[in-house]
């Protein structure tokens, strides 16, 4: 079965400056009333990717930086209080893994580094998130996301292994696996600074 699709390009990475992180509990995400001015969003720590989920009010957005601290790299965001809190993924070890299933599930949620995501729609209220992950190792880690009123829950359903060569950008899901685009090298200084969240120029 094919499981990846590489699409090698190199790009430009733009960086948004990190904002103090909310604190929420695991597995479903409750929203925070507090704003952060007209037309803008905070709670959010160096967001890179942000995707819709379906055609719901809700978004989630990736944090492609480096913080051992935060309960989680995935913010989920409701469009219509314009407001942000972490969303914390459910772990279930017994789970039936898709994609690579030699691919291992991560240790611990909080050394992910998320970036490039995509969801796909099974249904109204439920579907499948995509993330680029940069920490520990190079995944693209897929979770299954439901819509319960004002509550989204989370919960991790398997990953798939990117080559170390390649740094992986945006993910999109196929019949058969995922693609990926890739625009530089692991190994490249700029991507230091870009999870430490500071501007890393154009590549």
């Known amino acids: 079965m094919k499981y990846l699709t590489l699409l ?42 942000v995707v819709r989920l379906g055609s719901t009010q809700f978004a989630i957005a990736s944090s492609l930086a480096r913080a051992p601290l935060s309960p989680s790299h995935l913010y989920l965001v409701d469009l219509a209080s314009m407001t942000a809190a972490p969303l914390v993924p459910t772990m279930n070890p017994g ?59 989370l919960t991790w359903r398997g990953c798939v292994d990117v080559p170390p060569t390649v740094l992986a950008n945006a993910v999109a899901p196929l019949p058969d696996g995922v693609a990926v685009t890739s625009f530089g090298s692991p190994d490249d200084s700029k991507l230091a600074h870009l999870i430490a969240g500071r501007p890393g120029g154009c590549g």
């Not at 929420?24 to 037309?39: F, I, K, Y």
């Open 8 to 49: 090698l390009f190199t790009g430009a990475v733009l960086v948004l400056s990190p904002a103090s992180a909310m604190q929420s509990s695991g597995g479903v995400a409750p929203l925070s009333a507090d704003r952060c001015g007209r037309n803008a969003i905070c709670g959010l720590r160096n967001p890179e990717d």
């Open 95 to 153: 789970t039936q893994r898709s994609l690579d299933p030699s691919c291992a599930p991560p240790q611990d949620l909080r050394t992910l580094i998320t970036h490039g995501l995509s969801s796909r729609s099974d249904s109204p209220d439920h579907g499948r998130l995509y993330v680029v992950n940069h920490g520990g190792t190079q995944s693209i880690e897929m979770f299954e996301w439901h819509v319960r009123g004002r509550n989204v829950a």
